[in-house]
């Protein structure tokens, strides 16, 4: 059975430094692994997507890799800001056929002014 | 985010009675899912659909039935409702491409 951890639970860390999330799953046999943000009370916002193929995804200050051969991942948040802080989720797919995802328990982040 | 909207947004009902959450998405998404959400558990699949009347169990199904008579309508039903069904439930659903999009949630609460 497929178990996702997210190291560490929570962080805090001072406005304008460039941080990394980290996410690893035990079964490297994933096709996908998506980045997830969660404010508090709110629904899962869609961060980055990344194929079994890829290797990295980019989207604006935030930057995920896989590296599905040791079951890990990472999500580094450029120059953080306040408006960053939030619980960050990382779940992986097995297979296309459902994408049945598996999420790890996330990283609560305080960024402070 | 797929056009997911889920209702209602919340309710609180009594052990015993039935309950039926709706999902609604508004870009004709063949997979659909629902989870729930609770602390320190984590996010978990309660069903899935992978198109009209095409349903399965996920990890937590017990307690749980669904029905997708529409593509854009997928049901959660609580057909007799515990305390241990007190959580915050969310659906998604998957696009083209595989990324799963999410609804703003229904915070339940079993008394």
């Known amino acids: 059975k497929q178990e996702v951890t997210q190291i560490p639970a929570a962080l805090s860390v001072p406005e304008g430094e460039n941080l990394v999330l980290n996410c690893s799953f035990t079964?490297?046999?994933?096709?996908?692994l998506q980045w997830f943000r969660q404010d508090p009370g709110k629904g899962l916002t869609s961060l980055l997507l990344i194929q079994s193929s890829q290797r990295e995804q980019t989207s604006g200050r935030l930057n995920a890799s896989l590296d599905k051969s040791s079951g890990r991942s990472t999500l580094y948040i450029a120059a953080s800001q306040p408006g960053d802080s939030a619980t960050y989720l990382c779940a992986v797919s097995p297979d296309n056929a459902g994408n049945m995802l598996t999420f790890g328990g996330g990283t609560r982040l305080m960024v402070k002014p | 985010d797929a056009g997911i909207t889920q209702s209602p947004r919340h309710k609180v009902t009594e052990t015993g009675t039935p309950v039926t959450l709706r999902c609604h998405q508004t870009e004709n998404h063949r997979y659909m899912y629902w989870y729930r959400q609770d602390p320190g558990h984590g996010l978990r699949l309660i069903h899935y659909s992978y198109g009209v009347k095409d349903t399965d169990k996920g990890e937590v199904s017990d307690g749980y039935s669904v029905s997708r008579s529409k593509t854009e309508d997928f049901l959660l039903t609580l057909e007799s409702a515990t305390s241990s069904q007190t959580s915050v439930y969310f659906c998604?659903?998957?696009?083209?491409?595989?990324?799963?999009?999410f609804g703003p949630g229904t915070r339940l609460t079993v008394l």
């Open positions: 079964d490297s046999a994933i096709y996908n």
């Open positions: 998604a659903a998957n696009t083209y491409y595989n990324e799963q999009f």
